[in-house]
């Protein structure tokens, strides 16, 4: 398996060297974003991010892990189905930039407005579960624009089409159990978080 994906990944470097770079070009934007916020907006967002920390569990709650799973695992399933369309990369491309975005505002954002408490916050909520869902999302992006790529090439036929068909199902469906144990590491972390840090 470690040896598939390695030889995968060699031979597509392009195309995850460049979902790599649109993730840290969303990040920055991003990033950059949270100072372009007018003071009306940042009040906004920041009255209503203190009641969404006033509404997280601080004890294990079986259906907040369960959204945060659902949702990892819908997103998957969306860039599946994607990759299953001959024009389905320029989304998949969006969706990374999207979510490289919503990263690099909800760090800075969330650092800006709690400072020390806001840095290690980000660890626990944002960063942590990041080393997990960041590979699969760059993965399963990787492996939808590979595949619509091949079909709109049209090298794809008969038992090849059957065959890579079968592995991209394989693959996705690997990735989405890891998106889903990532959405319930993630919201392990949040109510860790919201404890130490008396939120």
């Given at each position: 398996?470690?040896?598939?994906?390695?030889?995968?990944?060699?031979?597509?470097?392009?195309?995850?060297?460049?979902?790599?770079?649109?993730?840290?070009?969303?990040?920055?934007?991003?990033?950059?974003?949270?100072?372009?916020?007018?003071?009306?907006?940042?009040?906004?967002?920041?009255?209503f991010?203190?009641?969404?920390?006033?509404?997280?569990?601080?004890?294990?709650?079986?259906?907040?892990?369960?959204?945060?799973?659902?949702?990892?695992?819908i997103?998957?399933?969306?860039?599946?189905?994607?990759?299953?369309?001959?024009?389905g990369?320029?989304?998949?491309?969006?969706?990374?930039?999207?979510?490289?975005?919503i990263?690099?505002?909800?760090?800075?954002?969330?650092?800006?407005?709690?400072?020390?408490?806001?840095?290690?916050?980000?660890?626990?909520?944002?960063?942590f579960?990041?080393?997990?869902?960041?590979?699969?999302?760059?993965?399963?992006?990787?492996?939808?624009?590979?595949?619509?790529?091949l079909?709109?090439?049209?090298?794809?036929r008969?038992?090849?089409?059957?065959?890579?068909?079968?592995?991209?199902?394989?693959?996705?469906?690997?990735?989405?159990?890891?998106?889903?144990?990532?959405?319930?590491?993630?919201?392990?972390?949040?109510?860790?978080?919201?404890?130490?840090f008396?939120?």
């Amino acid at each position: 398996m470690k040896k598939m994906l390695y030889d995968h990944i060699k031979q597509y470097w392009v195309i995850y060297l460049t979902l790599c770079c649109v993730f840290l070009a969303g990040g920055v934007f991003g990033a950059v974003g949270v100072g372009s916020l007018g003071i009306e907006k940042a009040k906004e967002l920041t009255g209503f991010f203190n009641s969404l920390l006033g509404e997280q569990p601080t004890a294990i709650d079986t259906s907040f892990l369960q959204q945060l799973a659902r949702d990892n695992f819908i997103m998957m399933a969306g860039i599946w189905v994607l990759g299953l369309t001959v024009i389905g990369a320029p989304l998949v491309y969006l969706i990374v930039f999207t979510r490289g975005f919503i990263f690099g505002f909800t760090v800075v954002f969330i650092i800006q407005l709690k400072k020390m408490m806001g840095l290690g916050l980000v660890l626990f909520t944002v960063l942590f579960p990041s080393l997990l869902a960041v590979p699969c999302l760059l993965l399963g992006a990787g492996l939808a624009t590979v595949f619509s790529f091949l079909l709109l090439q049209g090298r794809m036929r008969g038992d090849f089409l059957k065959n890579n068909f079968l592995h991209y199902c394989g693959m996705a469906l690997l990735i989405s159990i890891a998106a889903l144990a990532t959405g319930v590491i993630q919201g392990y972390f949040t109510i860790l978080g919201a404890r130490l840090f008396g939120l």
